[in-house]
T-cell receptor, first 111, second 120 residues
Framework: QPALTQPASVSGSLGQSITISCTGT?????????VSWYQQFPGKAPKLVIS???NRPSGVSSRFSGSKSGNTASLTITGLKAEDEADYYC???????????FGGGTRLTVL | EVQLLESGGGLVQPGGSLTLSCEAS????????VSWVRQAPGQGLEWVSS????????YYADSVKGRFTISRDNSKNTVFLQMNSLRGGDTAVYYC?????????????WGQGTLVNVFS
């Protein structure tokens, strides 16, 4: 059972925006501003798209953004493109007890 | 360019052992933690273990604690994952990943993964 809760799937039309939520507890998401998001295509390694809640690594499209409120973090993708169709995972630092936790992943379908 | 290359995966019977290696390049290896994250077939990502840049600090997921050991050789830019008492539930693609900074629990670069298949 993943420590962080994500919706199994989300969908959006080309050009629209979607938001994926990631809910944890005060021991992980809520306790630290250390939430990251990864994009994964089938058969490929994950790629970091957002770090530390809202930082976008060099080379990642500005259409990707992140935020956090309480125990829930969110990834928003604006101006959806077909190439955004992938699985998205959230991850949080969880202190010295559990150290790192992941969400179960969300499959994004672009209609 | 940061690169991480895993090796050592394969087929193993339940109760058997396997050692994975992750050879890194393109960054100051001893300054960064390195972690192992696995993904069972058709499933999500699961953090397995992490080691600090100097090798002193290690963390393990409860599911592998006491069976897996992480270590590193900074002279060879390589991290290892010794896996003992393997079970069917350990079947997965194992990725090594560079920590964002120090020992961070978040990861900015990933290898391509190596498949471990525990079968009877």
């Amino acid at each position: 059972q993943p420590a962080l809760t994500q919706p199994a799937s989300v969908s959006g039309s080309l050009g629209q925006s979607i938001t994926i939520s990631c809910t944890g507890t005060s021991n992980d998401v809520g306790g630290y501003n250390f939430v990251s998001w990864y994009q994964q295509f089938p058969g490929k390694a994950p790629k970091l798209v957002i770090s530390d809640v809202s930082n976008r690594p060099s080379g990642v499209s500005s259409r990707f953004s992140g935020s956090k409120s309480g125990n829930t973090a969110s990834l928003t993708i604006t101006g959806l493109k077909a190439e955004d169709e992938a699985d998205y995972y959230c991850n949080s630092y969880a202190g010295n007890t559990n150290f790192a936790v992941f969400g179960g992943g969300t499959r994004l379908t672009v209609l | 360019e940061v690169q991480l290359l895993e090796s050592g995966g394969g087929l193993v019977q339940p109760g058997g052992s396997l050692t994975l290696s992750c050879e890194a390049s393109g960054f100051a290896f001893s300054n960064y933690g390195v972690s192992w994250v696995r993904q069972a077939p058709g499933q999500g990502l699961e953090w397995v273990s992490s080691i600090s840049g100097n090798g002193v600090t290690t963390y393990y997921a409860d599911s592998v604690k006491g069976r897996f050991t992480i270590s590193r050789d900074n002279s060879k830019n390589t991290v290892f994952l010794q896996m003992n008492s393997l079970r069917g539930g350990d079947t997965a693609v194992y990725y090594c990943a560079k920590d964002l900074f120090g020992l961070a629990g978040r990861f900015d670069y990933w290898g391509q993964g190596t498949l471990v298949n525990v079968f009877s």
